[in-house]
């Protein structure tokens, strides 16, 4: 069974950045949907931004403009760049892939903390 494992998360500064990594054990190859998905306590998870297998990305409001997912099938990875980052952004983010247009594997999570 594959498994997907992120890292990247840390604490940043208003303003700061962080590029985050989700690897899959058996590669992404297959997968139609991988994305990034946030949650803070008491929340569902909410998705933050999603690429299909062709390519086509899709971004919450929140984060226009200032994420960017992307991954790389010679390295088995997504990845989420995070500019501009606001305290809002704060959340444990998940890395979740797909064969259809729901996720069906998860990570186990890695925190972002943006604080001053």
């Known amino acids: 069974q594959v498994q997907l494992v992120e890292s990247g998360g840390g604490l940043v500064q208003p303003g700061g950045l962080l590029r985050l990594t989700c690897t899959a054990s058996l590669g992404i190859i297959g997968f139609y949907t991988l994305a990034w998905y946030s949650q803070v306590p008491g929340k569902p998870r909410e998705l933050v931004a999603s690429i299909t297998d062709i390519g086509i990305t899709s971004y919450a409001d929140s984060v226009k403009g200032r994420f960017t997912i992307s991954r790389d099938y010679s390295k088995d990875s997504v990845f989420m760049q995070m500019n501009s980052l606001k305290p809002d952004d704060t959340a444990v983010y998940y890395c979740?892939?797909?064969?259809?247009?729901?996720?069906?594997?998860w990570g186990q999570g890695t925190q972002v903390n943006v604080s001053s």
């Open positions: 979740g892939a797909g064969f259809d247009g729901s996720v069906s594997v």
